[in-house]
């Protein structure tokens, strides 16, 4: 039997989100990561799993400053998905954001929490230092191997994304994790709602990392792939979320997956 999270656990009581949507062993708080990490309770999540704005998609500043759909979806713009705030910010900003909000979330963790930030090759360099600057141990990276990418002549396809990982403190060898693989193939989902979407199957892989039955945070929640993982795979999770459009369009996804997967069970024949 779950647990609904309650928002009076989760945070502080001066600490409101502008919504929030959520069932059993779920919840995702609609506003801004920088703001709420704030007010949660210290030393209640056993993980942070989160896919953040890359800020990235480009070299130059006027390339990045494009819009989501324009860097990172190939879809006609009558079919292109909303696009999502936060990823317009040159490679300091968003350093320091990264490092700030890192360091806040930290202390809303227990200690030995892990910590897997995905990422591409652009901004690897950057996570890395943000993420030791607001105090994480940075313990290694894994692969995402999207398999499809464009060819480039005379170049290696950039065919893969990272899983920047790490743990508050120490992280003792007995936890009851098993050996996990350091690369993950799993091609973009078909049909997605979100322009930067993860496979369902690559969050339920990835957040294993997390102790059986533990609390997960998400502060990039998107279309809430991460939380329907961790809610299908016997987690709890939160979630947070910026754009309206997403917190919106994740909520909804995550709370009728979860009550189709109910009405399954319920059929299935004794
Ligand atoms: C890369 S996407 C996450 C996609 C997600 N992993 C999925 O599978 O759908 C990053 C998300 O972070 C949200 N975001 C950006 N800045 C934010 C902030 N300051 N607070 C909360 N969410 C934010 C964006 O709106 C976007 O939906």
Known sequence: MGN????????????????????????????????LVKGFQPGIFDAVITDPPYASGGTKQNERNRTTNQKYSSMKAENALPDFDGD????RSWTHWMAEWLYDV???????????LFIDWRQYPSI??????AGWIWRGTAVWDKGNSRPQKGRFRQQAEYIVWGS????????????????????????????TEKPLQLMKDVIQICEPGGLILDPFAGA???????????????????TDAYYKLGSDRVRIALEAGEEAENKEPQ
């Not at 317009?88 to 490679?91: A, E, G, I, L, P």
């Open 4 to 35: 609904t999270l309650k928002l009076e656990d989760l945070l502080k009581p001066d600490c409101v989100p502008d919504e929030s949507a959520g069932g059993e062993n779920w919840r995702i708080l609609h506003g801004d990561t920088l703001k």
């Open 88 to 91: 317009n910010k040159d490679q």
């Open 128 to 133: 890395t230092d943000a993420l030791q600057w």
């Open 106 to 116: 930290r202390k809303a963790c227990k200690r030995g929490a892990p910590i897997c």
């Open 168 to 195: 508050n403190g120490p992280m003792p060898i007995n936890r009851p994790v098993s050996c996990l693989p350091g690369v993950f193939r799993y091609g973009n989902p078909q049909n997605r709602i979100h322009v």
């Open 224 to 242: 809430g792939t991460t939380i329907l993982a961790a809610a299908e795979s016997g987690f709890q999770a939160v979630g947070i979320e910026v």
